[in-house]
C-alpha cells in the first residue's frame, strides 16, 4: 500500500550552504545540506530550476513533495519571492511560499509573529504589519549599509583608524590588525585595499574578528566601532517598530552577532535603552526549522 503521509519540505538558501529538512507526520524525511552556489534568485526561471533539483537530490527515491517553503537570500522584495514562488509552485504542483531568509526566524523560534534580526556578514531585520504584509529594514550590502554586519564593522573600523591617523595620533591595536589583515603597509593604504576587492562583502567581512580582537586587546577605537554596531542593529528594530511592526519579540541569528558577545551585548543593551519592552532571543535551532514550520503551515488547510 502507498504512504500517502504528507511530506512538509523547508529549505533555507543561505549565502553559503543551502540546508534542506523534509519531515514525514512526525518522522524525518530528509536532512540535506549542499554548498548554495548557483541559486540566482532574481531570475525565477532560474531559481525554480535550482529549487526543484534541489528537492530530487535530497528526497529519498519516490518520494514527493506535498508542500514547500523556502527562505532565500538575497530574494530581497515581496514581487520578487511571489515571482519565484509562482513558477516553483506551477513547477511542482503543491503548495509553495518563498520569502527572504530573514524571515525563518520568528517561526524557527516557535513564535507567530516577531522581528526576524540577522548579523552575519550583512545585516537585516524583517517583520510583518497586523495584516501580514512584510517589511524589511536594512540589507543595503556593505557598499551603502549592513551597518552592524561583519563587512559593515571592518568598514567602519577602517574609517575610524583613518580618521586617527588623520588627527594625527599613533596607531593603535586596531589599526596595527587591520593593516596586517589587508596586508598593506600603513593606514592610508587601508582604502585602496578596500576598494580592491573583488567580492566587497565576503572579503571585507572576514576581516570582522580583528576588530572584536583588537578590543579585547584595549582599543577604545574597537570598543567604539563595536559600540556603534549594537547601536545600528537596535536602530534597525526601532524603524519596524515605527512602521507599525510588532516587535515585542525580536529572534536574532548570523554569525557575527551569536559568535561575538561584545556585539550581542552591544545591540540588547542599545535594544532596552531604545524599546524597553523587546525582548531578544538567541535563535538556538536551524533557521530551516523555520521553513519546515512554514511549510507544515500550508498543509493545515488540507488536513482539516
Known sequence: M????????????????????????????????????????????????????????????????????????????????????????????????????????????????????????????????????????????????????????????????????DRGEAPDALADRLVAAFGVGEVPALGAALESATDVSAEWGRHAPVVFAAAADGSAIAREVIADGGRALAALVVRLAARGVAVDDVVVAGSTVLAQPALYEAFTAALSDALPAARPHRLQVPPVEGALALAQSLLQPAIR
Do not use: N, Y
Open 2 to 165: 502507498q504512504d500517502t503521509t504528507a511530506v512538509a519540505v523547508g529549505i533555507d538558501v543561505g549565502g553559503t550552504k543551502t540546508h534542506l529538512r523534509a519531515r514525514a507526520g512526525t518522522g524525518s524525511a530528509a536532512d540535506h545540506v549542499r554548498p548554495s552556489s548557483g541559486w540566482r534568485p532574481h531570475s525565477p526561471v532560474a531559481a525554480t530550476a535550482w529549487l526543484t533539483a534541489l528537492v530530487h537530490e535530497a528526497l529519498p527515491s519516490g518520494t514527493r513533495p506535498s508542500a514547500v517553503a523556502v527562505g532565500g537570500h538575497a530574494c530581497e522584495t515581496p514581487r520578487q519571492c511571489e515571482a519565484v514562488r509562482v513558477a516553483l509552485q506551477e513547477r511542482l504542483q503543491v503548495p509553495c511560499l518563498v520569502v527572504g531568509d530573514a524571515e525563518l526566524l520568528v517561526p524557527a523560534a516557535g513564535l507567530g509573529q516577531g522581528v526576524g534580526l540577522v548579523a552575519g556578514t550583512g545585516s537585516v531585520a524583517v517583520g510583518r504589519l497586523a495584516d501580514g504584509s512584510p517589511v524589511q529594514v536594512g540589507g543595503w550590502g556593505a557598499v551603502l549599509g549592513d551597518e552592524g554586519g561583519g563587512a559593515g564593522l571592518v568598514r567602519e573600523a577602517a574609517r575610524a583608524v583613518w580618521a586617527a591617523h
